[in-house]
């Protein structure tokens, strides 16, 4: 028997001005195996869809009214390992971080621009700490084009706490 989904409602969240990442990952948490999820938020959460992919759900979003969309996520079977630890690095033996950096307070696209500016002020070898508001996909590709290395991991209440080494990419530091 398929479970009912855990539902999050969002929207008094967003109304708070408040950022409803942490509570989406919470949830997705403490969903049962083969449970899904239904979330109500103030707009259709597309970059969602790619974050709770890589966790094995599938979306399935419809415009319920008012501007306002449900989106159910459902489980595909095909989870992509739980390890939440993302990393490019290359062995111990890193520096400590010269730089700290607390994003969590900004909106989007300013915790990426600000860390890249950041990393980019570093010299090969010296690292940078980042915290942020949630998960940084774009980031990743962006230090990977550059030709850094990092480690990163989400941290207890849904920021995401990254370590960024400085290096020369094969195309030189941009």
């Known amino acids: 028997m398929t ?7 969002v929207r ?15 949830a997705v948490a403490a969903l049962a195996p083969g ?6 938020a103030p707009f259709k959460p597309v970059p969602l869809f790619q974050v ?3 966790r094995g759900f599938e979306p399935s979003a419809r415009e319920i009214g008012g501007g306002d969309w449900e989106v159910i ?3 595909t079977g ?3 390992p739980k390890a939440v630890m993302i990393s490019t690095a290359d062995g111990p033996g890193w520096p400590e971080p010269s730089v700290e950096l607390d994003n969590r307070d900004l909106n989007p696209p300013e915790p990426m621009v600000r860390t890249l500016e950041a990393v980019e002020a570093l010299v090969p070898g010296q690292t940078l700490a980042a915290l942020l508001p949630r998960e940084p996909l774009f ?3 962006e230090l990977q084009n550059r030709g850094h290395k990092w480690r990163g991991d989400l941290e ?3 920021s995401y706490r990254i370590v960024i080494r400085a290096c020369v990419g094969e195309k030189g530091r941009i």
């Not at 479970?3 to 409602?9: F, G, M, R, V």
């Not at 967003?14 to 509570?23: D, I, Q, R, S, T």
Request: proline share 9%; hydrophobic share 45%.
């Open 12 to 26: 008094p969240i967003l109304k708070e001005g408040g950022e409803p990442f942490g509570a989406i990952m919470a």
């Open 3 to 9: 479970q009912s989904p855990c539902e999050l409602d």
């Open 78 to 80: 095909a989870e992509t």
């Open 139 to 141: 980031l990743f590709e």
């Open 156 to 158: 207890a209440d849904g």
């Open 73 to 75: 996520f459902t489980p």
């Open 35 to 40: 449970q899904g999820l239904r979330l109500l």
């Open 52 to 54: 709770l992919a890589a």
